[in-house]
């Protein structure tokens, strides 16, 4: 009679790869997760594919970061690098790279920034973000994941991909993304605050639920395959509403904050940790997410198989 079960096959895994040799550096304030070089990389690969995960989701840290985020659309970057290399160790394995210039800009913001007027300029972004999806292919990744939220975005990655021969490669959409306290670990984790300023102009109010389905009709129009809320949690509503709104498949993004929040609690021995994140990711499922991404990945699969 339940209505709702987990199973690994849900869940998409996010990895952070740095450049380096043999590099293996703990995310403090994300225990059990570590930027990894590309070695290690496919070895967490590997353990998260013979716990019957799907798929990972590539982030990269590189070792340079400038104002035009070169590192992003490097054939040779540390994602296309860490793609091919997870490719060749396990083909069956889906990689699915995030598109997003915020790692490799060494102001940590998402697209290029005109610093006289002190904006973001969209259009010369989203040039630079088909580059880097289109390398990203390239290089291998099965599913290419815009988390930019610069307009027009998905419009422009498909014809890209479509004109260098990519036309297999789906867009998996950061639609309904939020400027949100939770990405905090994360920003440790990517080397990615903003050094100034913040991602309000390109990222959703948090009070906002119709506009998200704006977000979402619009990516749609453009051609997006898969549709994401970002962070899952406090947003569930948006997630059900995107749900009975599109036939698409519907992601949601358990973000670095979710899981921080969660494992802080479970080292101070307030919460059961299996408990609290089985009932948490369940119900992010319930309200209508198909994929889910989480760094509680690994270890749910494993709850599951005990
Ligand atoms: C990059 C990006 C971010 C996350 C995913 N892609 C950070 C941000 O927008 O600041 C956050 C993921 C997480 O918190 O786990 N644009």
Known sequence: MRETELSPSDFIYPIFVTAGEDVRNPIASMPGIFQLSIN????EARRAHDLGIPGVLLFGIPDEKDEAASGAYDPEGVVQLATRAIKDALPELLVVT???LCEYMSHGHCGVVDRERGEILNDVSVELLARTA???AEAGADIVAPSDMMDGRVAALRSELDREG????????YSAKYASAF???????????PQFGD???YQM???????ALREVALDVEEGADVVMVKPALPYLDVVRRVRETTDLPVAAYNVSGEYSMLKAAVQN???DEERAVLEALTGIKRAGAEIIISYHAPDIARWLAE
């Open 40 to 43: 290690h990389a496919v070895e």
């Open 98 to 100: 995030d598109v997003c």
């Open 134 to 136: 289109s390398s990203q």
């Open 166 to 173: 990519h036309e297999g490669v789906p867009i998996m959409a």
């Open 183 to 193: 990405y905090g670990p994360f920003r440790e984790a990517a080397e990615s605050a």
């Open 199 to 201: 991602r309000r102009g």
């Open 205 to 211: 109010d948090p009070a906002n639920a119709r506009e």
């Open 269 to 271: 021995g307030w919460l």
